[in-house]
């Protein structure tokens, strides 16, 4: 069971522990068993301690005045506030508790949310309070998992550097899906690494399972890390290969048992007794998936959508390039760029590095080894999502970047403490140093893209990275203090500039649809924010948006409450809740929706969905709904994003515009141009 060895490769005990490179057969089976030590009863004492502080300040990070963003994203807040009124609304993810629509989203993300608003009454903390729980268990989990293989100072690293990514405290506090999705995703990582140890089937399956509800959270984004998932089980899985298959035939099974059970409730369903499916042409949760929320962001509308030259709220990327206006130029450097870079890549040329190094040490490991299987789990995370999110020519946005947090973290804990562990060896004694130089040089790089924010902190960071390299290649680590010393800088020159920077962006509310990380809040550091910039151009400051025919003013959709959130006049206000129909008011597209019904606790129906092009309600049904006196107010103007003003980017919503203007007469409401449509 001993790997053969050479001078730059880890030997493998016959109790499975991995020594440092060049290290003899006789020293490995005489050296302590750390990992007993670690996982037992001579586990240090401070261990516990440390642990309980890394949760205790991701706690206080996530969790401290949470409420500062207010709705956050108003769009997903109306569908939790939907939820928490109506059961049917909650468990197809509707925007109204009249279920008209959903969300361009499948629901599992506003689950939690909606019956915490429902017990506890709807508010911003009962909305995002789960976000934050989320963050600090995924924290936990990853903490968990890492510690498992490689101790738990490889725990600390990990978890802390999840913690302290800026992406990760923006998403933690806020309401969009991601957040939930990456706990998913951890807790499914985080059983698959038990199932390996094992051989555990059953830990498998939950891993299936938990990667379905991933799927029910953000759809095709959830399944990502599969391969690498499944790779390392059937590489490392002690057992033998038809086990080992049969065994990821029941993960897959998990799979397909939780997010199938949701799309065959959702296809069984009769349209007329639940909400349409925004996103989709055709009133379908798998065109849905394949087409919106799936192809179309990964190629483009060059794979379909029927979005109306919008795919996801977003004008189009070009072919190849990319939507340079909301993630940047497609390409291999994407991740590294003036969008995502400042978002999550203060660790990641430390995670390749410490990846490629780690494979190769363990090249010679038993197949079982498993600090290699958790390379292939944290590393694949890592090189697929990555690769997914800098490649992809459809819409892109920098806080999806939360998914490869959790990679990048795993990979740093691993390979680090790992390195650190075989220093007395040259290779990988150079390996850290490198590692610890590349990282403050870069940390300091992103800290210089806004060069007024903490200006010494780029000196600080450097002379610690130069320091700890320095004194990794001369050995000052020989003597405990020495090493405590080198321990130290290096950790500060990693982790510093990020954990600076995730206080920041935690110190500041963020509201809209493109959240940014940093001390400025919503704006972020030069993330390109044209698509939705120059829309709002043309909303006026008392919060009027313009339509495409010279149209009365809407009344909703100005930059309110936060960067790129909405606000309802008080006048609409008052006349909505003074309303007593199934629906308050009509408009056009959801984010417009989404405020009304915020500021009025009223049910609006969002004509055309996030990006107006949605073909609901058709002109018909509209009649229909109004014959009924089912709704008493149409309101013009709104449209995608909310304040993309015109008559909505659908024939349907223009046709209704049109008949409601031909039919009814106008009114003007403080500045917004109001049609009654019953008594």
């Not at 600076?500 to 550091?525: D, K, M, N, R, W």
């Amino acid at each position: 069971m001993t790997a053969s060895l050479t001078p730059d490769a880890p030997a493998t005990t016959p109790s499975g522990e991995r020594t440092a490179p060049g290290s003899s057969r006789r020293r490995a089976r005489t050296r302590p068993d750390w990992r007993r030590a670690a996982f037992g009863a001579d586990q240090p004492r401070w261990v516990r301690p440390s642990a309980a502080a890394l949760l205790i300040a991701t706690a206080v990070t996530y969790l401290w005045n949470l409420t500062n963003s207010g709705w956050a994203n108003e769009f997903y807040a109306a569908a939790v506030q939907a939820g928490s009124k109506d059961w049917t609304a909650w468990f197809f993810g509707s925007i109204d508790a009249g279920n008209a629509i959903t969300v361009d989203k499948p629901p599992a993300a506003f689950w939690l949310p909606g019956l915490l608003g429902r017990i506890f009454g709807f508010s911003s903390f009962t909305m995002l309070l789960p976000e934050a729980l989320m963050g600090v268990a995924a924290v936990a989990l990853l903490y968990a998992a890492v510690k498992r293989v490689s101790g738990p100072a490889a725990g600390l690293i990990a978890g802390a550097a999840l913690a302290a990514t800026p992406v990760a405290a923006l998403m933690f506090r806020f309401n969009n899906p991601d957040a939930a999705l990456t706990f998913c995703l951890v807790a499914a990582a985080y059983m698959t690494i038990r199932a390996i140890e094992k051989a555990g089937w059953k830990w498998l399956v939950g891993a299936g399972a938990l990667i379905g509800l991933a799927f029910l959270t953000k759809m095709l984004q959830g399944v990502i890390i599969v391969p690498a998932l499944g790779l390392a089980y059937l590489w490392a899985a002690p057992t033998t290969l038809r086990r080992r298959l049969l065994h990821l035939i029941g993960a897959l099974g998990g799979i397909v048992a939780v997010a199938g059970a949701y799309v065959l409730a959702f296809t069984l369903t009769p349209a007329s007794a639940r909400p349409y499916m925004a996103g989709s042409q055709t009133n379908s949760f798998l065109e849905l998936t394949f087409g919106y929320n799936g192809l179309a962001r990964i190629f483009g509308n060059r794979a379909g959508g029927g979005q109306g030259g919008f795919a996801g709220g977003a004008p189009a990327g070009g072919p190849g390039g990319g939507n340079a206006g909301f993630g940047g130029t497609a390409g291999i450097l994407r991740m590294f760029g003036t969008s995502f870079g400042t978002e999550i890549s203060w660790l990641l040329p430390a995670a390749l590095i410490l990846l490629v190094a780690g494979l190769w040490f363990t090249r010679r490991a038993v197949r079982t080894d498993r600090v290699r299987a958790s390379l292939i789990v944290w590393g694949g995370w890592t090189l697929l999502t990555a690769a997914v999110f800098s490649f992809m020519t459809g819409t892109v946005h920098p806080y999806y970047a939360i998914a490869l947090a959790p990679g990048i973290a795993g990979v740093v804990g691993i390979g680090s403490a790992e390195l650190w562990r075989g220093r007395a060896y040259w290779p990988s004694r150079i390996m850290l140093a490198v590692t610890v130089l590349a990282t403050s040089i870069w940390t300091a790089v992103l800290l210089g893209r806004d060069a007024s924010w903490l200006p010494w902190l780029r000196v600080v960071i450097v002379v610690m990275g130069v320091l700890a390299a320095v004194g990794l290649l001369v050995r000052v680590d020989r003597i405990k203090v020495g090493a405590i010393t080198v321990a130290v800088a290096a950790l500060l020159a990693g982790g510093l500039g990020t954990a600076a920077f995730t206080v920041a962006t935690a110190s500041v509310g963020h509201s809209g649809a493109i959240p940014t990380s940093g001390p400025s809040g919503g704006e972020g550091f030069g993330a390109a924010r044209a698509g939705f910039g120059q829309a709002r151009d043309r909303i006026g400051t008392d919060g009027a948006a313009a339509d495409a025919s010279g149209q009365a003013e809407a009344g909703v959709g100005n930059p309110g409450g936060g960067p790129g959130g909405t606000s309802a006049s008080s006048e609409v206000v008052a006349l909505l809740q003074q309303t007593t129909t199934e629906w308050s008011a009509a408009t056009n597209g959801s984010n417009s929706a989404a405020a009304l019904e915020l500021a009025s606790n009223t049910n609006v129906i969002a004509m055309g969905g996030f990006t107006g092009s949605d073909p609901y309600p058709s002109l018909d049904e509209f009649k229909a709904l109004v014959a009924d006196g089912e709704v008493t107010y149409y309101i013009a103007g709104g449209g995608m994003g909310g304040g993309f003003g015109g008559r909505g980017g659908g024939t349907d919503t223009s046709a209704i515009a049109q008949w409601v203007e031909a039919n009814f007469q106008a009114q003007t409401v403080g500045s917004t141009t109001v049609y009654r449509l019953v008594g």
